[in-house]
């Protein structure tokens, strides 16, 4: 069974930066089209940026210029390297293969002064 682990999540200060990760144990993700979602409190989880095994990549409005999804060459993760953060980016991150329809667990980013 494919597990995805996220890492990288925490509190920051507006304006700040985070990179998350997302590893798969025993897999890689070559081939893949993988994701990053997010959910904030009372709110539907949103698509927040994709990459595709070609490296194209597409993201939110609400994201676009700050956030920046990534691979690495070997196909063990992708990261989501984030900047000048705002309270509206607080939520909970998640990353998706989308060809196997698996999600990681999450990891909690929280911005506030």
């Known amino acids: 069974q494919v597990q995805l682990v996220e890492s990288g999540g925490g509190l920051v200060k507006p304006g700040g930066s985070l990179t998350l990760s997302c590893e798969a144990s025993?897999?890689?993700?070559?081939?893949?089209?993988m994701a990053w979602y997010r959910r904030a409190p009372g709110k539907e989880r949103e698509l927040v940026a994709r990459?595709?095994?070609?490296?194209?990549?597409d993201y939110s409005d609400s994201v676009k210029g700050r956030f920046y999804i990534s691979r690495d060459k070997a196909g063990n993760g992708i990261y989501l390297r984030m900047v000048n953060l705002t309270p509206e980016d607080t939520a909970v991150y998640s990353c998706?293969?989308?060809?196997?329809?698996?999600w990681g667990q999450g990891t909690q980013v929280t911005v506030s002064s």
């Open positions: 990459i595709g095994d070609g490296h194209n990549t």
């Open positions: 025993k897999f890689t993700f070559r081939g893949l089209t």
């Open positions: 998706f293969v989308e060809e196997w329809g698996v």
